[in-house]
């Protein structure tokens, strides 16, 4: 799978570049939303720590296996059913926060789908456990992770440093 940090990074950059070019609705976008999407980028991988967790207390939770529950559309469902729901009473700020922790699950289960060369996310989990990989890396893909990150941070920090000056994040 792509680095902690890989899924931190990318889910935190489209909500940026969302909400400098796209979104009707700038006013509702803060610093914290965009802690909140770096937060959500990583989300789907907490099956790592709470599985650890409850091991640690002598409890097995098979169900908690990695890549099962929290990989799939169904985890991304818990966030997105409350934010339109606070979206359509009217609490935009809210239901923003919400809509971007969906945005940044499912984005994290498509990179493990497209970056993992071991593939396998079980998408329709528990229904079927069915394998779904695009598989575009292959091999020992440590060095283009790092390379990926260092990329994809430059190139942020330069949009950053053009766009605002970074005055966002002082
Ligand atoms: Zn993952």
Aim: glycine share 6%; net charge neutral.
């Amino acid at each position: 799978m792509p680095f902690a940090v890989t899924h931190v990074l990318t889910s935190i950059i489209c909500i940026d570049l969302y909400r400098d070019y796209f979104t009707k609705h700038k006013k509702h976008f803060t610093l914290f939303t965009i802690l909140v999407a770096g937060i959500a980028g990583l989300l789907p991988d907490i099956d790592i720590s709470l599985s650890w967790l409850l091991s640690k207390l002598g409890i097995t939770a098979s169900w908690l296996a990695h890549r099962t529950i929290t990989h799939t559309p169904i985890f991304a469902l818990l966030f997105l059913i409350p934010g339109l729901i606070l979206w359509y009473n009217k609490k935009h700020k809210l239901a923003t926060l919400f809509l971007v922790a969906t945005f940044g699950i499912l984005l994290h289960i498509f990179l493990d789908m497209v970056l993992s060369p071991e593939g396998s996310i079980m998408l329709l989990w528990p229904f079927s456990t069915a394998d779904f990989s695009l598989g575009l890396l292959s091999g020992n893909v440590l060095g283009a992770y790092a390379a990926l990150d260092a990329i994809l941070l430059l190139a942020w920090l330069t949009h950053e440093e053009i766009k605002h000056k970074i005055k966002d994040f002082i």
